[in-house]
């Protein structure tokens, strides 16, 4: 299982700004991977194998569709943050193949399949597809549909961060074979996350620019993933919580990849990036331990559902 402590990376000046490829490298390499358990619980619950043709919403630099591919799955990602998926073309290497939102297609070296490169080529290894775009452009000509939809980007701790992710799934549904499972996942609740208290930062500095300002925290609620089954017309078929305590090398590692979630984009916006950074340290000093690590037990739920 992929370690949850991230190890420690030397940075410049935290204050200096920071660019969109910088910042998804700090996703990938600090802050993705202590969504690994999650990722492995639903995997495991659900089997994941040779069978699986799965198709990731939001997949970001990939850590969840290598996890599937190396359990034999055939995964296609589709997310509209090309750095994100520049990383990910990059973990996954030789399993795999991108593709614009026109469905031009290159694999990890850069050779298109008009260069008379491998996306011709009909491999039994190639089990992993990315796709710059919306859900739709997911689509597959002549291929199998898909049996297993993922959402592994948790809802329930920014306001209205669940809107646009009952449209994803109105786009992705279709795609599908009927009867097919669909995963949710959110945040649990706010006295079993310890990252809750520095996730507050994020709506203190917000607000009080702009006290309706979208995307301040917000508690979980109980049937947040219950309420997007609703929306999408989905028909729920268990639950459980997996623990996924966030680890970090240090406070400054645990700033970048907190940061890098896009939850404080708006207390920055509000303020200034100096400002967030100092405040989110200094909430995270009651969680730092003697060696200078930093470590904060979470809880996070998934939902099963099926097509109908």
């Known amino acids: 299982m992929t370690p949850t402590l991230v190890r420690h990376h030397t ?3 935290s204050s200096a ?3 969109p490829g910088t910042r998804a490298r700090d996703w990938a390499e600090i802050q993705e991977r202590v969504l690994a358990p999650l990722h492995e619980a639903v995997f495991d619950r659900l089997e994941v194998g040779a069978g699986t043709r799965m198709l990731s919403l939001g997949c970001g630099s990939g850590l969840a569709l290598l996890a599937a591919a190396s359990r034999g799955a055939r995964v296609t990602g589709v997310d509209t943050d090309r750095e994100r998926l520049a990383l990910a073309r990059e973990r996954l290497g030789s399993l795999g193949r991108s593709e614009d939102s026109a469905g031009r297609s ?5 050779r298109s399949e008009d260069s008379g490169g491998w996306a011709r080529d009909t491999e039994p290894a190639r089990r992993a597809r990315l796709v710059e775009g919306p859900p739709s452009a997911a689509a597959t000509s002549g291929a199998p549909p898909y049996n297993l939809l993922t ?26 074979v009927r009867g097919a499972t669909v995963v949710l996942t959110g945040w649990g609740p706010p006295e079993r996350c ?3 208290p520095v996730l507050r930062v994020a709506a203190r500095l917000a607000e009080p620019a702009r006290p309706a300002r979208p995307g301040g925290w917000r508690p979980p609620l109980r049937d947040d993933l219950e309420e997007v089954a609703a929306r999408a017309g989905l028909k729920p078929d268990g639950s459980g919580r997996v623990s996924c305590p966030f680890g970090y ?10 940061l ?19 405040e989110v340290a200094e909430a995270l000093l009651p969680h730092r331990r003697p060696d200078g690590t930093v470590w904060m037990p979470n809880v996070f739920r998934y939902l099963v559902c099926v097509t109908t």
């Open 11 to 13: 940075y410049a000046a």
């Open 17 to 19: 700004p920071v660019d």
């Open 106 to 110: 290159e694999d990890s070296a850069g």
């Open 151 to 176: 959402a592994f980007h948790p809802i329930g701790c920014a306001a209205g961060d669940s809107e646009g992710l009952a449209p994803a799934l109105a786009e992705a549904v279709p795609l599908a």
């Open 194 to 196: 310890a990252t809750a």
């Open 249 to 258: 090398a240090d406070v400054d590692s645990a700033v970048r990849g907190l």
């Open 260 to 278: 890098s979630t896009g939850l404080f984009d708006a207390a920055a916006r509000a303020t200034d990036r100096s400002r967030v950074e100092k």
